[in-house]
């Protein structure tokens, strides 16, 4: 389990460099903070509302054990790792949290579990990793007698592997690295590397239809899933039957991206590739985002294959935030900072980085030769650790995303950093706002925002405003409101701009069908 208040392993926490804190007080006005964080024992939990005859039914299904209602288990599990989950964590008043964890071993327990919350009103929200961003992990009710977290860390088995048609099933509760370390016993790997890779889940890749650092050789999540399996209050859906069919709509695409709102996924079958055999990298510097943006286009359209291609724009990079080793400190480049990575045969590898290299360099592109590139791998996970150091001196931190077609990406950067800035600064404090394209394709990318400002007055209200009028910003640019964070509860509001009315209509139908009761995750995804 991560930490409660924060992201990931203690062991694994940033400390502010002097660089940081020196570029926080000079451009945020940021002084020293010494506020000490509450421990758990001093935080107060809402009384668990589940009746003794609850408990003892739902004990009776997991097992002794596997049902839990003290309160550290219950705020490990009272929601995800967004900026808001942790200063929510700040308050010393009353915090609401699951009435108890259940940890199934079976889809029989599963299913179980459901008809009895179906029947006694009581809601399910089922939790992977912990990981969601977007308050997809919220304990809401919904109205209901009581909610459970339905925690699948006991689903986190390799079930099969297809060497002969590179495909491998997998239960929902196994983490990133645990998927890799499986994999690799076979020679595979599924070369999904999301932020939160270490602590996610395949049943939440699935669940939030996930996008990893790997997308431009790999795909994102939904692009590697073949089949799953999902129990629903209203029985078992098991889909997809070969590579491709046009036996009717994809219901698996219904699935993916639902996030426990129609059933609980248990597992998933997913396109695997042998582990690679080589790796190449090269770090690129362009004199602005404009010219690198066109360079990063021209390589996707053309087809040449990197595994791994993004661009940091100005600002980004002259904070060195890519390599975030060395932020606040000497920069790398000047200019936008792009990263390349190459992964296959040794060959392969070679023909695509050469394929590539011959395109940026076309393109106004100047290599830095291997070595940033490296350091933004080595250090790719590290970034939600030190939000924690940055939420801790007194900055307000946060990241959010969208997608839009490449004619698009000018207008709709401007609009969402003029919308950050513009709500911090009423709210009494400049704002530093740093973007980089993380995910490309043929038609468009998906624009990354990281946002560092200094807390004032009450910092939920502050990045409430904030975000609202990005999210605004980003619909009236004609943007999605999120390309790989998921909907959750944060993002429904806009849900109704992305699908139309009729769209949400569609699902509210599908949820009646699967869950007429209405016992899964309560308050996500569907206005």
């Not at 790796?279 to 510097?285: D, L, V």
């Not at 970034?383 to 924690?388: F, V």
């Not at 909907?487 to 007429?516: F, S």
Request: aromatic share 6%; net charge negative.
């Amino acid at each position: 389990m991560m930490k409660w208040n924060a992201w990931g392993d203690p062991a694994a926490a940033k400390p502010l460099s002097g660089g940081i804190r020196a570029l926080l007080k000079q451009a945020l006005g940021i002084e020293e903070s010494d506020t000490a964080d509450i421990t758990a024992e001093q935080v107060t939990l809402s009384p668990s509302r589940l009746t003794p005859a609850d408990r003892a039914s739902l004990e009776a299904i997991v097992g002794a054990g596997h049902y839990r209602v003290d309160d550290q288990d219950r705020l490990l599990r009272a929601g995800g790792k967004s900026t808001l989950d942790l200063l929510r964590r700040k308050d010393t008043g009353v915090q609401d949290a699951p009435d108890a964890v259940l940890l199934p071993g079976s889809e029989e327990e599963i299913a179980a579990i459901l008809e009895y919350c179906a029947r006694q009103r009581i809601a399910v929200v089922p939790f992977g990793g912990g990981t969601s961003v977007v308050g997809g992990l919220d304990p809401d009710r919904g109205g209901l007698a009581a909610v459970v977290s339905l925690d699948l860390r006991r689903l986190d088995r390799l079930l099969s592997v297809d060497e002969i048609s590179g495909e491998a099933v997998l239960q929902a509760g196994v983490t990133g690295p645990d998927a890799e370390r499986l994999l690799a016993e076979h020679g595979f790997s599924l070369g999904h590397f999301p932020q939160s890779f270490q602590f996610a889940t395949i049943g939440g890749f699935a669940a939030t239809r996930s996008s990893g650092q790997d997308s431009a050789g790999y795909g994102r999540f939904d692009d590697m899933v073949r089949g799953l399996r999902v129990v629903t209050p209203a029985g078992v859906l098991d889909l997809g039957r070969a590579p491709a069919s046009a036996a009717g709509p994809d219901l698996r695409q219904l699935i993916v991206g639902s996030e426990g709102v129609f059933g609980i996924i248990t597992a998933v079958r997913v396109r695997v590739h042998p582990v690679p055999e080589c790796t190449r990298y090269e770090a690129w510097s362009f004199p602005d985002f404009t010219t690198g943006a066109a360079a990063l286009r021209a390589v996707t359209q053309t087809g040449t294959g990197p595994t791994v291609i993004r661009l940091s724009d100005e600002v980004e990079t002259g904070v060195n935030l890519a390599t975030t080793e060395s932020i606040g400190e000497q920069r790398v480049t000047g200019g936008c900072l792009a990263i390349t990575v190459f992964e296959g045969s040794a060959a392969h590898a070679e023909s695509r980085h050469d394929e590539t290299r011959a395109v940026l360099a076309a393109l106004g592109g100047t290599s830095l030769g291997e070595a940033p590139a490296r350091a933004w791998e080595h250090g790719r996970f590290g970034a939600p650790y030190l939000r924690d150091s940055l939420l801790a001196a007194g900055a307000l931190c946060e990241t959010l995303e969208t997608a839009t077609s490449w004619s698009n990406i000018p207008a709709l950067k401007a609009a969402v950093t003029d919308a950050l800035t513009g709500a911090l600064a009423e709210s009494g404090t400049p704002a530093l706002v740093m973007c980089h394209i993380s995910h490309v394709y043929p038609t468009g990318a998906s624009l990354y925002f990281t946002v560092v400002a200094a807390q004032r007055g009450n910092p939920i209200e502050q990045w409430n405003t904030a975000k609202t009028a990005a999210s605004e910003a980003m619909v009236r640019t004609g943007a999605t409101i999120t390309h790989h964070h998921a909907v959750g509860a944060d993002h429904r509001p806009w849900m109704r701009d992305e699908i139309g009315d009729l769209g949400v209509e569609v699902l509210r139908a599908v949820k009646a069908v699967l869950d007429p009761a209405g016992i899964l995750n309560p308050g996500k995804l569907i206005p």
